[in-house]
């Protein structure tokens, strides 16, 4: 399977996912029209479909032009989002299998960010939307902090440290900052903002991580580590009994940061 990333908006991410043995294409997360049906374009492949991670405008821009052009594309998102995602014709439940072309798939349902969030998984390659970013993850607008602690863990459970992270926002040295506030020792976070820093000099994407990457770096998925725990409880004010407690903490902390 070949990606594409489009940056579209500000710092938002579409990718675009080829299935190379069927020449067929979808759009994971289409932000706006334009930039993803011009790298489109320069591919000769068939759009097939549209695969939402969650309803947020930012990430549905394109959407209805899209199906304009197209009436017959399947469009893929979690099933009690239908009428929050116009058009959404394929209705999805946690560990579905999906499938573009010859390639197969699997939903992962992560409430948290929106009630309704999924990350697809295909091969070693895993689109995240807004539940992980760079070195973070998203804001909590419909969930809880258990709750999005949890989905993390399900996320991940299993999965190979090699899996290639593709996020939905170019959040990354922000995240940084914060990740260091949390584990100045950490010498793993100091590296990653070198790489990520030379990447955007060039104006480069930070985007895709690898979980293994995300692993050592990124505070949300680091919640179980000794030295975050005494971090947080030393810094935050907060005792730690649980890592369910830490990330709470740390997630409240971050909306402020
Ligand atoms: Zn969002």
Same mark, same amino acid.
Request: aromatic letters at 10%; glycine letters at 8%.
């Given at each position: 399977?070949?990606?594409?990333?489009?940056?579209?908006?500000?710092?938002?991410?579409?990718?675009?996912?080829?299935?190379?043995?069927?020449?067929?294409?979808?759009?994971?997360?289409?932000?706006?029209?334009?930039?993803?049906?011009?790298?489109?374009?320069?591919?000769?492949?068939?759009?097939?479909?549209?695969?939402?991670?969650?309803?947020?405008?930012?990430?549905?821009?394109?959407?209805?032009?899209?199906?304009?052009?197209?009436?017959?594309?399947?469009?893929?998102? !979690?099933?009690?989002?239908?009428?929050?995602?116009?058009?959404?014709?394929?209705?999805?439940?946690?560990?579905?299998?999906?499938?573009?072309?010859?390639?197969?798939?699997?939903?992962?349902?992560?409430?948290?960010?929106?009630?309704?969030?999924?990350?697809?998984? !295909?091969?070693?390659?895993? !689109?995240?939307?807004?539940?992980?970013?760079?070195?973070?993850?998203?804001?909590?607008?419909?969930?809880?902090?258990?709750?999005?602690?949890?989905?993390?863990?399900?996320?991940?459970?299993?999965?190979?440290?090699?899996?290639?992270?593709?996020?939905?926002?170019?959040?990354?040295?922000?995240?940084?900052?914060?990740?260091? !506030?949390?584990?100045?020792?950490?010498?793993?976070?100091?590296?990653?903002?070198?790489?990520?820093?030379?990447?955007?000099?060039?104006?480069?994407?930070?985007?895709?991580?690898?979980?293994?990457?995300?692993?050592?770096?990124?505070?949300?998925?680091?919640?179980?580590?000794?030295?975050?725990?005494?971090?947080?409880?030393?810094?935050?004010?907060?005792?730690?009994?649980?890592?369910?407690?830490?990330?709470?903490?740390?997630?409240?902390?971050?909306?402020?940061?």
């Amino acid at each position: 399977m070949k990606v594409i990333t489009v940056p579209c908006n500000f710092d938002n991410y579409a990718y675009i996912i080829i299935c190379e043995k069927s020449g067929t294409a979808a759009i994971v997360d289409p932000a706006e029209y334009y930039p993803v049906y011009t790298a489109l374009q320069k591919q000769d492949v068939q759009l097939k479909a549209i695969f939402c991670t969650h309803h947020h405008t930012d990430h549905i821009g394109g959407l209805e032009e899209f199906l304009a052009e197209d009436p017959s594309l399947q469009v893929y998102g !979690f099933k009690d989002d239908a009428s929050r995602i116009a058009g959404l014709n394929v209705m999805l439940e946690g560990n579905d299998v999906i499938r573009l072309g010859q390639t197969e798939g699997r939903v992962i349902h992560t409430p948290g960010h929106t009630s309704g969030s999924v990350c697809y998984h !295909f091969d070693n390659h895993l !689109f995240t939307g807004d539940t992980i970013f760079g070195a973070g993850c998203g804001r909590l607008f419909e969930g809880s902090p258990a709750q999005m602690h949890g989905s993390l863990a399900n996320l991940i459970t299993g999965m190979a440290g090699s899996t290639h992270l593709y996020f939905g926002h170019e959040y990354t040295l922000q995240n940084l900052k914060f990740a260091q !506030f949390v584990e100045p020792e950490n010498s793993r976070i100091q590296k990653r903002v070198e790489h990520s820093t030379a990447l955007r000099e060039k104006n480069e994407f930070t985007t895709p991580s690898t979980l293994e990457e995300e692993l050592e770096t990124n505070p949300f998925l680091r919640c179980s580590t000794p030295q975050v725990k005494k971090n947080v409880e030393e810094r935050l004010y907060v005792d730690g009994q649980s890592p369910q407690t830490i990330f709470a903490a740390l997630r409240e902390q971050k909306d402020s940061f």
